[in-house]
């Protein structure tokens, strides 16, 4: 998002192209369990064919929120028309010899500068809104991920809203830490963060879900563009039947983005995204020089 949609945007997604690339300090039970698995749920295939995500795959996503480009590109068309835009995006990314996946990565709730009627700070997208995106992603053989701001909330606790849409076979969850705000802070007045027992609490959720409803392996994101964004982030646990990674966000010029990313990216731990930001980026990267990048991207977003 560039700085003037940001200033104009009713929300404040998006701080991560406001603060761009600070320099970063260095740093290292959610209630019940999801019901019993239905039979559906276990008919339903996934958009890949198969059960696992990686190794044998690269996916490519459009980053965004319903019904508005201020957010991202996602929302510059309706879902069938973005998904031509995004497929011609990721077809340079078959040289790695790897399919090539398409990703809706939606917004679905929103970091706010005021703190609404609950107090939170944030919003959902309307149910109906998210539903377009889900069935487009069957038409499309394409995922879903939901991307959650919680605002003053936590991870857990708006995760649970969206239980019925996780239940979907092709739909994964991404956790941005940047708008996680303390019990004083204000979306857009700080940069958010988040622990790793929080992030573990999610994890463990979602798995159960994934696991109670006989679902395939799902996407699982934790966006970061500063070492502190994750507090002790190497006690984060890899979650089955998860694919856990971690998305090096921030814009700037290439020398930038990959000092952030060396600097923040623990391969060891998890698969790796990389975000290209279309407005913000000083000569943004190719999708050659994506596939170059070490430690190697698997999840590739543009915003």
Request: charged residues 25%; glycine residues 8%.
């Amino acid at each position: 998002m560039g700085r003037g949609r940001l200033r104009a945007a009713i929300t404040v997604a998006g701080l991560a192209a406001a603060v761009g690339f600070a320099s970063a300090p260095p740093s290292e039970g959610l209630g019940t369990a999801p019901p019993a698995a239905s039979a559906a749920g276990r008919e339903t295939p996934s958009a890949l064919g198969d059960r696992n995500i990686f190794p044998r795959r690269i996916l490519v996503a459009y980053y965004g929120t319903a019904t508005t480009a201020s957010l991202g590109v996602l929302g510059e068309a309706p879902p069938d028309e973005i998904t031509k835009r995004l497929r011609r995006a990721a077809r340079p990314y078959a040289r790695s010899g790897r399919k090539v996946q398409i990703v809706y990565e939606l917004i679905v709730t929103i970091a706010d500068g005021s703190a609404g009627s609950d107090g939170d700070y944030s919003h959902d997208i309307a149910r109906s809104s998210v539903k377009k995106y889900i069935r487009a992603g069957r038409r499309n053989d394409a995922l879903v991920v939901l991307d959650v701001q919680p605002g003053r909330s936590t991870f857990p606790s708006v995760a649970r809203r969206w239980a019925w849409a996780l239940k979907k076979p092709h739909v994964g969850l991404a956790l941005d830490p940047e708008w996680r705000m303390g019990p004083t802070e204000v979306p857009a007045q700080t940069v958010g963060s988040v622990g790793a027992k929080e992030v573990n609490r999610t994890s463990r959720w979602l798995a159960r879900l994934t696991r109670s409803h006989g679902l395939p392996e799902k996407v699982f994101i934790i966006h970061q563009f500063r070492t502190d964004m994750v507090e002790h982030i190497r006690r984060v646990k890899d979650r089955r039947p998860l694919a856990m990674i971690q998305h090096v966000d921030g814009f700037g010029s290439q020398a930038q983005k990959k000092a952030t990313y060396h600097n923040v990216a623990k391969p060891r731990q998890f698969h790796m995204g990389f975000k290209l930001f279309y407005d913000e980026d000083s000569d943004m990267f190719r999708p050659r020089e994506v596939l170059r990048l070490r430690p190697r991207v698997e999840y590739v977003s543009y915003q």
